[in-house]
């Protein structure tokens, strides 16, 4: 009989992921293996892969192990590494609630962007503090066709360029990235978000993903759209001392976004498991061949 990996799928704002809870590290993950688990018509599909595991059996994670026992050993869909990932993290805290390994309330969470402080309420919505925003200096500019836009640069933990636009269709299919410059700008890639206004304090984006394509949702991307729109409105926290709060139309929901004069950045969404599972190992090792 061949052996089977456990796996549970889950998404936030229908930016959907492959839950491979793995508490002690014993699962090989290459990237290979990854993309053939998010492959939407050959595996499971998803956007991309949340790997469940104890901080004190992962090198990345060991040194966090005190602060949060548990790490989100995050993968994109074409198995790439991230920093970050925002809808991903309200998924993985609410997997661990699901469990049985932590209560309702608050969590600590470790990613490769450090450690992040999670709020599981009792009406089902995550609250994530996803800490401060970078803005790396210099102009950067974004492309989809004949038309480009100057867009702003934020770090999240990773890298996003968000320009506002006047039509979420100027976005085009973005089947592929869209271009951007200087090519110096993101020598690891980018995130690419399109935005445009719905109301006072309310916008909507489209977005492309590194290593995942046009994905339903982003929250790092939201975090970034949100400070770029606080700056852009003349509401920089830091500046007016008071809170900026954005609501955040993603194709798949919405995302409520607050930056804090201190800079402090928390995003509040949903988190979804839908099924839950076993994966065929031998099939898993031929997929990857
Ligand atoms: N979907 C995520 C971001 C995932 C990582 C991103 N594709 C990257 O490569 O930086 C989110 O919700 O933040």
């Known amino acids: 009989m061949s052996t089977r990996i456990a796996f549970l799928k889950g998404h936030g704002t229908e ?28 595996g499971i599909g998803g956007d991309g892969l949340l790997h469940v595991v104890r901080s004190a059996a992962h090198p990345e994670a060991k040194a966090m192990a005190a602060e949060a026992e548990w790490f989100m050993d995050y993968r994109n869909g074409d198995g790439s590494i991230a920093e970050m990932c925002g809808n991903g993290v309200r998924v993985f805290a ?21 450690v992040k402080s999670v709020h599981l309420s ?33 770090n999240m933990g990773n890298p996003h360029a968000v320009a506002f636009v006047e039509d979420l269709a100027q976005a085009g299919d973005l089947f592929t990235p869209p271009p951007f410059s200087p090519a ?14 719905r109301g006072p304090r309310h916008v909507a984006l489209r977005v492309h993903e ?9 929250g ?24 900026a ?13 607050t930056e804090r004069p ?13 099924a839950e599972g076993e994966i065929d190992a031998e099939w898993l090792d031929a997929a990857q061949r």
């Open 15 to 42: 930016n959907d992921f492959v839950i491979i809870p793995d508490p002690e590290n014993a699962i090989d993950l290459p990237p290979t293996a990854v993309a053939a688990l998010c492959d939407r018509r050959a």
């Open 94 to 114: 609410h997997y661990l609630q699901r469990a049985g390994y932590v209560a309702e309330g608050d969590i600590a969470v470790a990613t490769r962007g450090g």
């Open 122 to 154: 009792k009406d089902g919505d995550v609250t994530v503090g996803m800490g401060k925003a970078l803005f790396p200096e210099g102009d950067v500019t974004v492309s989809v066709g004949e038309h480009s836009w100057p867009a702003h640069n934020v």
């Open 184 to 197: 110096s700008a993101y020598p690891d890639g980018v995130n690419v978000e399109f935005v445009v206004d």
């Open 210 to 218: 590194r290593g995942a394509g046009e994905t339903r949702s982003c």
């Open 220 to 243: 790092t991307g939201a975090c970034a759209v949100a400070v770029a729109a606080a700056r852009r409105d003349d509401a920089d926290p830091a500046v007016t001392g008071t809170p």
């Open 245 to 257: 709060t954005y609501t955040v139309d993603v194709p798949g929901g919405r995302l409520v976004i």
């Open 262 to 274: 201190d800079g402090e950045i928390e995003m509040t969404g949903p988190a979804v498991i839908v």
